[in-house]
């Protein structure tokens, strides 16, 4: 399988947390969707055995979208990820994904889009830089020293570009992963809990990259329990409760009357919120 897909100059301690441009070059060779959604699944069923994990899930995503899919822990949100990305095949239904029928071609989904995994699993041998250059080597990227420089400094890892995977915390080892999902500058990034393992300074930063990503034309399906930053973050959502979605629609709208995300989770899964 193709390995999981995602400039220090000037930066000091008093910058630490500031968002620095990465001067974004979002592409997708030989695909036109301007005017299309980059994502459809209509009817997902995914069985594992007598379980059924994804019970005829629909959604659309649309170009410019930051797409939240929220739900408890076992509800199938990774399972999804799984399947819209062609790692794992739905037992039935219909995926597109940037024009491409991802149950049909799944590796040509896995050229298209950037992934990072719900555990950061990096090669447990690989240094971070040998890592970055495995992955743009299988990517077939042009400038690829340059483009692994960028991202081991964006995520201030230079220092550690020799280090081993197994010798880097976790939160390094998800800043990898994160390098290692943008580095060829998809046009759709799927997210499976990408603030996991980051201290306060690096979600910041990377919610702040997010957020230019999307204005710059990307599309971002993600998937997250740390409701605070994904209200923030996203404009469309759908809230799955064992395999079934039970909300869907546009934050806006689903979260008038001042409402907030939580609280809109915990009515849609059927917990109570009296205990403010």
């Given at each position: 399988?193709?390995a999981?897909s995602l400039?220090?100059?000037?930066r000091d301690?008093?910058?630490?947390g ?24 209509q ?7 007598g379980?059924r994990?994804l019970?005829?899930v629909?959604?659309?995503v ?13 509800a199938?949100k990774?399972?999804l ?5 062609g ?19 799944p ?31 299988v990517?077939?990227l042009?400038?690829l ?9 964006f995520f201030?890892?230079?220092e550690k ?25 998809p ?7 990408p603030?996991?393992?980051l ?5 910041r ?5 997010l957020e ?13 329990h ?21 909300a ?5 709208e ?23």
């Amino acid at each position: 399988m193709i390995a999981h897909s995602l400039h220090k100059a000037g930066r000091d301690h008093k910058h630490v947390g500031r968002f620095r441009s990465t001067n974004l070059d979002i592409r997708c060779p030989g695909i036109a969707f301007s005017d299309m959604a980059v994502l459809h699944a209509q009817d997902i069923v995914k069985d594992f055995g007598g379980m059924r994990a994804l019970d005829r899930v629909s959604l659309t995503v649309q170009k410019g979208d930051f797409f939240g899919f929220f739900g408890p822990n076992g509800a199938g949100k990774t399972t999804l990820i799984r399947v819209l990305t062609g790692q794992l095949a739905p037992t039935s239904g219909a995926i597109d994904v940037l024009g491409v029928d991802a149950v049909k071609e799944p590796l040509r989904v896995k050229e298209l889009v950037g992934i990072v995994p719900e555990v950061e699993s990096p090669p447990t041998y690989l240094t971070a830089h040998e890592y970055l250059y495995f992955v743009g080597k299988v990517r077939n990227l042009d400038r690829l020293e340059d483009r692994i420089d960028k991202w081991l400094t964006f995520f201030d890892l230079g220092e550690k570009k020799a280090t081993i995977c197994k010798d880097m915390s976790k939160g390094m080892r998800q800043k990898l992963m994160l390098a290692s999902a943008f580095i060829h500058e998809p046009a759709l990034l799927f997210l499976d809990e990408p603030f996991i393992n980051l201290d306060p300074i690096y979600q910041r930063t990377l919610r702040e990259y997010l957020e230019e990503y999307i204005s710059k034309g990307g599309t971002v399906f993600m998937a997250s329990h740390i409701l605070e930053i994904a209200q923030r973050l996203c404009n469309r959502l759908s809230i799955v409760n064992l395999g079934k979605v039970v909300a869907q629609g546009d934050m806006g709208e689903l979260l008038k009357g001042g409402d907030t995300l939580e609280k809109l989770f915990m009515r849609s899964v059927g917990i109570g919120t009296g205990r403010e």
